[in-house]
């Protein structure tokens, strides 16, 4: 029974970057980035739709950075309310990129404009679905970990 309670415990510490979920913060927010960055040079043809990506881009990186900051420093405490925290988080953050990925992707459809900005914006796409996809198994394994805890 103990090791079915240490085993759904958040790791604090150096172990954030050793355990499975919680190293996906990591890529997370490598293609997160690339995706700010290319959504933030590529002219912007529909200003809601690329202006939604880019807020999701950037909330997102900041939610994963404070999360990621927050579980190395040991600030939850193994609180099971924590647990709960960190379902509500990559639940949001799946959604969001989700809806960011698919208006990309129609913005992207569009193919007004140069073929650079044409190469950027289907750029952000794809690392648009690979943060949707690296999300989605966080949270997966979050609910996993939540539902067991």
Not at 26 to 47: C, D, H, K, N, Q
Not at 112 to 136: D, H, M, Q
């Given at each position: 029974?103990?090791?079915?309670?240490s085993?759904?415990?958040?790791?604090?510490?150096?172990?954030v970057?050793t355990?499975?979920?919680?190293?996906?913060?990591?890529?997370?927010?490598?293609?997160?980035?690339?995706?700010?960055?290319?959504?933030?040079?590529?002219?912007?043809?529909?200003?809601?739709?690329?202006?939604?990506?880019?807020?999701?881009?950037?909330?997102?990186?900041?939610?994963?950075?404070?999360?990621?900051?927050?579980?190395?420093?040991?600030?939850?405490?193994n609180?099971?309310?924590?647990?709960?925290?960190?379902?509500?988080?990559?639940?949001?953050?799946?959604?969001?990129?989700?809806?960011?990925?698919?208006?990309?992707?129609?913005?992207?459809?569009?193919?007004?404009?140069?073929?650079?900005?044409?190469?950027?914006?289907?750029?952000?796409?794809?690392f648009?679905?690979?943060?949707?996809?690296?999300?989605?198994?966080?949270?997966?394994?979050?609910?996993?970990?939540?539902?067991?805890?």
């Amino acid at each position: 029974m103990s090791s079915s309670t240490s085993s759904t415990s958040l790791p604090s510490g150096l172990a954030v970057f050793t355990t499975f979920p919680d190293v996906l913060f990591i890529p997370e927010m490598i293609f997160g980035g690339l995706v700010w960055i290319l959504i933030a040079s590529s002219r912007v043809l529909y200003t809601s739709l690329q202006g939604w990506v880019m807020f999701v881009s950037v909330f997102c990186f900041l939610l994963t950075a404070v999360l990621l900051f927050l579980y190395t420093c040991g600030a939850h405490g193994n609180s099971s309310s924590w647990v709960t925290l960190d379902v509500i988080c990559q639940e949001t953050a799946a959604l969001f990129y989700f809806s960011a990925s698919l208006l990309e992707a129609i913005a992207t459809s569009s193919r007004l404009g140069s073929l650079l900005f044409y190469r950027e914006n289907i750029a952000a796409s794809v690392f648009a679905f690979i943060t949707t996809l690296l999300y989605v198994i966080h949270m997966t394994y979050s609910l996993r970990r939540w539902k067991s805890s």
